[in-house]
């Protein structure tokens, strides 16, 4: 029998890990990925990775248990306990597997992995590689390590490869069951210099989508340009099930001038205090944590400084008492990439403070996954942060994103050898019946689990009849509509102003098919349009305020009638014939082809 081909889309910490595994597991594995391999928000994470590791070489007194607890308290009651379980237990194992394949972190003078401390963490906990750049490293030791599977021809690796659909197949019988949906490859282009090829469709017995995230719907974004939710919206126009799309994390500490750059949550856990602009160290006003409260906390105060008659002020972050307790040049040492940025945009922040905003960073929500990566749609996996496991509630922890990435990659990639050993893959399928999800599904329709299919065409809302310029649709136009009125604070006027505006916009882009294969950029507008209107519609839904999702018209948390997890999702079609979505962990109100489902985790209030 012919290996098992799995085609991974994404090259952050989860596609590069989950490209290794499958490969080593004798999987035949192709690698897309529409920039270079570098280009990722894996690559330009700073703080670190954390794990409490075995064999005393965690700090005094931390425990796995701890780590749990903290994941729980920063994820506000959103979080899924067995998905939180899971990633504490199993992080050590992932994190001498990335050594293995060529990560090496930075180490103590004693030799032991060096721990570092960071905001919500209970315990130095935090691994890093290069003082501030362990995003990068990782990033580097896998990449070599997949570029070296490629020359070995274990790996296909295709870069500037953009996909702009799921191959989905209709009613395709399998031993085991009937299924109504099942994703048979991607359809993908990719950009050469000499010219267009045109769209390559490419099958497979599965595809995991491990795309990363959605900053490039605001503004001001930690970050890269490649971040524009493509895994989401692929997900969504195939029929899978989204969910805590609301949850949308604003880092605090990103630099007020040109792109942001972030300024790692570990120089706050190295001493650096927030001030005014009278100087004043202002976070004890508003959570007895300070400068180390969980980060949705600490954006939303300096946001609430700055209105409380301090508008066209700066928030600055104050590093200066660290070079003074440190001693001269422990900037530089420990956090290499901040002290270079810093000093090319003309900052000595060992004298100076540094002027920085809260900017969109991660997202909680994403597509819909149980603890294995499986979405609701058969052949689909979801790992990193294209990913909802429920393991970040409804705000993540610092430094739990790469390795969320890394557990639950692996755990992806174990569920599909499972499925292929067992015979229940999508092998035999007739090629023929596979089409794009674009061709089946033109419109974006919601199916929220409190409102009908009907309801929620086009987002539910009336498109909003505009004659100025400025509200012409482009990317500028939506990052700012989205700053505006569904950022670090909403309410339901500005939420609603928003749903209006995006229907009128994606009223203005439906039209006939085209031949041409649409740009990149063009691709990337539509999927943040998608994605956008998917945010309003669930930051309209959740009257509540818990995590990162604050409304200023509702600002009481959830009313909790359990100690579990209230988390919603959305879907347009899912089967429940399929065994993920018989153990998803949700539970479907109502099953058939385009109408409404309901999916809630089992250990949610029905």
Not at 527 to 548: F, K, M
Request: hydrophobic share 45%; charged share 20%.
């Amino acid at each position: 029998m012919s290996a098992r081909h799995l085609v991974v889309v994404g090259s952050g910490v989860a596609g590069l890990y989950a490209t290794l595994l499958a490969a080593q597991a004798g999987v035949q594995v192709t690698l897309l990925t529409k920039g270079a391999l570098a280009q990722s928000n894996t690559h330009q994470a700073q703080g670190g990775i954390c794990a409490v590791l075995p064999d005393g070489a965690a700090a005094p007194g931390d425990t796995v248990e701890a780590h749990i607890a903290d994941t729980l308290k920063a994820g506000a009651g959103e979080c899924d306990p067995e998905a939180v379980r899971i990633l504490c237990t199993e992080a050590a194992g992932d994190i001498a597997a990335i050594e293995h394949f060529g990560v090496r972190f930075d180490r103590d003078a004693s030799g032991r992995r060096a721990l570092g401390l960071e905001g919500a963490h209970s315990a130095a906990r935090i691994l890093h590689a290069g003082g501030d750049a362990t995003g990068a490293a990782i990033a580097n030791g896998l990449i070599k390590a997949v570029r070296a599977a490629a020359a070995r021809g274990a790996v296909t690796l295709v870069e500037h490869a953009f996909v702009h659909d799921l191959l989905v197949l209709e009613g395709a019988a399998l031993e085991r069951s009937v299924l109504e949906r099942s994703v048979k490859g991607v359809r993908y282009h990719r950009e050469l210099p000499q010219g267009e090829p045109g769209m390559i469709d490419l099958r497979s017995d599965a595809v995991l989508l491990a795309t990363g995230g959605a900053g490039q719907l605001f503004a001001a974004t930690t970050n890269p340009a490649v971040a524009t939710a493509d895994g989401v919206a692929l997900a969504w126009r195939a029929g899978a099930v989204v969910a805590d799309l609301e949850y949308f994390q604003f880092h605090p500490t990103a630099l007020a001038v040109g792109e942001n750059f972030l300024i790692s949550e570990a120089v706050r856990g190295a001493g650096a205090v927030l001030r005014d602009a009278a100087g004043e160290a202002f976070m004890l006003r508003y959570h007895p944590d300070g400068d180390l409260a969980p980060r949705d906390v600490v954006s939303r105060s300096i946001a609430a400084h700055l209105r409380d008659g301090r508008d066209g002020q700066s928030v600055y972050l104050d590093a200066t008492g660290i070079e003074q307790a440190q001693g001269a040049g422990y900037l530089s040492r420990r956090f290499p990439t901040i002290a270079a940025k810093t000093q090319a945009l003309g900052f000595d922040w060992t004298r100076e403070w540094l002027p920085i905003t809260p900017a969109a960073h991660y997202w909680m929500g994403g597509i819909a996954t149980n603890q294995d990566g499986e979405t609701s749609l058969h052949g689909l996996y979801a790992a990193g942060e294209a990913a909802c496991t429920g393991v970040h509630g409804a705000n993540r922890l610092a430094s739990n994103s790469l390795l969320e990435g890394l557990v639950f990659g692996r755990r992806a990639v174990d569920a599909f050898l499972r499925e292929m050993a067992a015979g229940t893959g999508n092998v035999g399928a007739q090629s023929s019946h596979a089409q794009s999800s674009h061709a089946q599904s033109s419109h974006v329709q919601y199916s929220h689990a409190q409102y009908s299919h009907a309801q929620m065409q086009l987002g539910g809302a009336t498109p909003l009849s505009v004659h100025a310029d400025a509200l012409t649709f482009s990317k500028d136009t939506l990052q700012a509509l989205m700053s505006a009125h569904a950022g670090v604070f909403r309410d339901a006027q500005g939420l609603r102003h928003a749903a209006e505006v995006l229907a009128g916009w994606r009223a203005q882009r439906e039209m006939p098919a085209r031949t041409a294969v649409p740009s990149r950029e063009e691709a990337e507008a539509l999927n943040l349009l998608t994605v956008a209107q998917l945010l309003v519609h669930a930051a309209l839904s959740r009257e509540n305020s818990v995590g990162a999702h604050f409304r200023a018209d509702f600002t009481d948390p959830p009313i909790r009638t359990r100690t579990a997890s209230s988390r919603t999702a959305s879907s347009r079609t899912a089967s429940s014939s399929h065994a993920a979505a018989r153990d998803f962990q949700h539970r479907a109100a109502t099953v058939s082809h385009m109408n409404p489902v309901k999916f809630q985790r089992e250990s949610e209030t029905v």
